[in-house]
């Protein structure tokens, strides 16, 4: 069985560049979504009705919005998006182009967990520390999300299980990576073999993914 795998030109010479391009395209999309999706999350939670500044002029329309995000599915995302994936990169095709409707779906994901995590913070800890006189700011960051990391941690480790899923639907319509691969040769040139690889990279890399994001949010979790 191993030199069957090793005889296939495309394991040998497509997976691994497969699996780089699916790398890479999740790794930009996770550090725009953290990037992005983080303050998102936090002024979610800032402006809702019981958090540090309610605002519902700000909470409604951008509460539409980060769940408008959320609820279309990817692979319509995607070709929604490929005016906009043309002008930010020139192509609509590769791992690079992937990553912009990638990152756009990733980022209202993120935020709202980033929410979650943030609500489920003992508002205990928020009356004392307003109490001793701490300002807002201070609230939001010394109090708010040091107590959420360990979920803000485990949040991200669900958005960026989530983006190794999605890039695997880019493939679909010319993303490149490990998707594109197991569809252009494992489905259409009935190439089960190569499925099969690809499917097993796929579920090792998310399997990885989830060893080092529990290991993280257990190290910062101090309750």
Same mark, same amino acid.
């Given at each position: 069985?191993?030199?069957?795998? #090793? =005889?296939?030109?495309?394991?040998?010479?497509?997976?691994?560049?497969?699996?780089?391009?699916? #790398?890479? !395209?999740?790794?930009?999309?996770?550090?725009?979504?953290?990037?992005?999706?983080?303050?998102?999350?936090?002024?979610?939670?800032?402006? &809702?009705?019981?958090?540090?500044?309610?605002? %519902?002029?700000?909470?409604?329309?951008?509460?539409?919005?980060?769940?408008?995000?959320?609820?279309?599915?990817?692979?319509?995302?995607?070709?929604?998006?490929?005016?906009?994936?043309?002008?930010?990169?020139?192509?609509?095709?590769?791992?690079?182009?992937?990553?912009?409707?990638?990152?756009?779906?990733?980022?209202?994901?993120?935020?709202?967990?980033?929410?979650?995590?943030?609500?489920?913070? =003992?508002?205990?800890?928020?009356?004392?520390?307003?109490?001793?006189?701490?300002?807002?700011?201070?609230?939001?960051?010394?109090?708010?999300?040091?107590? &959420? #990391?360990?979920?803000?941690?485990?949040?991200?480790?669900?958005?960026?299980?989530?983006?190794?899923?999605?890039?695997? !639907? %880019?493939?679909?319509?010319?993303?490149?990576?490990?998707?594109?691969?197991?569809?252009?040769?494992?489905?259409?040139?009935? =190439?089960?073999?190569?499925?099969?690889?690809?499917?097993?990279?796929?579920?090792?890399?998310?399997?990885?993914?989830?060893?080092?994001? =529990?290991?993280?949010?257990?190290?910062?979790?101090?309750?």
């Amino acid at each position: 069985m191993l030199d069957g795998l #090793l =005889d296939n030109p495309v394991l040998t010479q497509a997976l691994p560049e497969a699996t780089l391009e699916t #790398l890479q !395209m999740v790794g930009v999309a996770a550090l725009v979504a953290a990037v992005v999706g983080l303050p998102l999350g936090l002024l979610l939670r800032t402006v &809702a009705p019981t958090g540090l500044r309610p605002l %519902a002029v700000v909470r409604g329309p951008l509460g539409l919005l980060v769940n408008l995000g959320r609820s279309l599915p990817f692979i319509i995302l995607a070709i929604a998006l490929l005016p906009l994936t043309r002008a930010v990169v020139g192509t609509s095709l590769g791992w690079e182009a992937a990553v912009v409707p990638l990152s756009i779906g990733a980022i209202p994901f993120f935020a709202r967990l980033v929410e979650t995590a943030v609500r489920e913070v =003992d508002p205990g800890k928020v009356e004392a520390a307003r109490v001793m006189g701490s300002s807002r700011g201070r609230v939001l960051v010394q109090v708010l999300l040091r107590e &959420a #990391l360990p979920g803000i941690v485990a949040g991200f480790t669900a958005t960026v299980i989530a983006l190794v899923a999605y890039s695997a !639907m %880019a493939g679909a319509i010319g993303g490149g990576g490990l998707g594109f691969l197991a569809i252009s040769y494992g489905y259409q040139r009935f =190439d089960t073999t190569v499925m099969v690889v690809c499917v097993v990279v796929i579920v090792a890399i998310v399997q990885a993914v989830q060893v080092v994001g =529990d290991a993280v949010a257990r190290r910062l979790d101090h309750r």
